[in-house]
DNA sequence: AGGAAAGTTGACACTTTGGTCAGCTTTTGT
DNA sequence: ACAAAAGCTGACCAAAGTGTCAACTTTCCT
């Protein structure tokens, strides 16, 4: 009897979840766990206070229910490191791909590198080992690509980094980078001329020299 | 008469502001501003709490105090940049300046990211326009030597973006970083290799392929 | 030596915060 | 229609936080 649910329109609790965890993306990122009050999450998503609590029985549960939301967006971008494509064109996704998901996800994006810099905390062992395993498949594949000739012997760890680095610089740093490029805010066509420019030069810098004999 | 002041061995009240300090880069870098507790600066630096009062009067001034002195260090790696050099030069002389500060100065690197992800609340106008004015000369720098056919047409704005995230991303999120390359923390030849990665990638991506006629 | 300036600090006042709860209203299945 | 389940919330704590202060000790200059 402590099983039975009602599954039918469960719209109201589902649709209150979301504010909140939507509010808390926001929040989160802005202020990092410690320095974000559950009260401002309760009015930024228009609910009271008590209301939050009803539905999550601690800060750290909001924080943990988002932050895991997150770990799954990891393996999406790096899906196009795959061993069939040719490498000039899975970089080229890859760029482009990370780049327009931290650009349309900026706050997700800053909560992420907001708990990385706070010392990964919430991120659960489980969580890591699992972007550890992700993280050397793909390595395998571009040490493929460097056997075979398809790509100059760069080591693929470094390279990963200098990829992530570069995309999410945008949306993390914003303030930043807007100054650096002479703009108040960064618009679409911004994010645009910075996949030209990464997926130029990083192509030129790990791709064998065109037309070339031994 | 409110002038008068004790010039010679002004050392305590010196000794206590830095203690302060020093407890203060490294707490805020972990905690942001809101997220961070006095308390927990004074237990860190040995005082009382009263006693960090006694020099600042409040949190913020603790913090602007730590900001200010961070935007003198922005422009130090910048300086090889400079139109006598070379290019190759002058990138590979900058990286490792750059990513030499951030080893060495890892939780001040910390403060200064969590501050911008968190808004960049407290970076005055003022601090900011100087930024953007060093950025500038070294824009026009790098224009010049993209003019004179030294370096291939690539846009300098987001070129030094790229430098920027490439090179803090070690210490700024050292964790995803060392998971990356399967370390448990990063040490100094894990910089050196990041030194050597970088550079080689980045020059042959943005310097003219050698012997080529046209 | 001795008085003034600087430094120190436990205790206090006041505010904010995370979290609880009892009782209310709404929704839902029958 | 109606009772049970789900949802809602104002009012309330205890704990933790910021900042103050008056009284004490140390350091410094003459």
Chains 1, 2 share one sequence.
Request: charged letters at 30%; hydrophobic letters at 45%.
């Amino acid at each position: 009897m402590a099983k039975a649910a009602r599954d039918p329109e469960e719209r109201i609790r589902e649709r209150n979840m979301r504010l909140i965890i939507k509010a808390g993306i926001e929040i989160f990122a802005r202020k990092g766990f410690d320095g974000t009050r559950i009260a401002e999450i309760a009015e930024a998503s228009g609910l009271p206070k008590a209301n939050v609590y009803y539905y999550f029985s601690s800060k750290e549960e909001i924080y943990r229910a988002i932050v895991a939301h997150l770990i799954a967006s990891w393996d999406d971008a790096l899906k196009y490191i795959s061993p069939e494509r040719e490498p000039a064109e899975a970089f080229r996704l890859y760029i482009r791909a990370k780049l327009d998901y931290t650009r349309k996800n900026t706050a997700e994006s800053r909560l992420f590198a907001s708990e990385i810099i706070q010392g990964a905390r919430f991120l659960k062992k489980k969580d890591r080992d699992h972007m550890r395993q992700v993280t050397d498949a793909h390595v395998a594949v571009v040490e493929g690509w460097i056997a075979a000739g398809k790509m100059l012997p760069v080591d693929p760890r470094h390279l990963f980094i200098m990829l992530w680095a570069s995309t999410q610089y945008y949306a993390d740093f914003e303030p930043i980078a807007a100054d650096g490029l002479k703009k108040a805010r960064l618009k679409a066509e911004d994010y645009e001329t910075a996949a030209i420019t990464i997926t130029e030069t990083i192509l030129k810098g790990i791709l064998p020299a065109p037309m070339q004999g031994s």
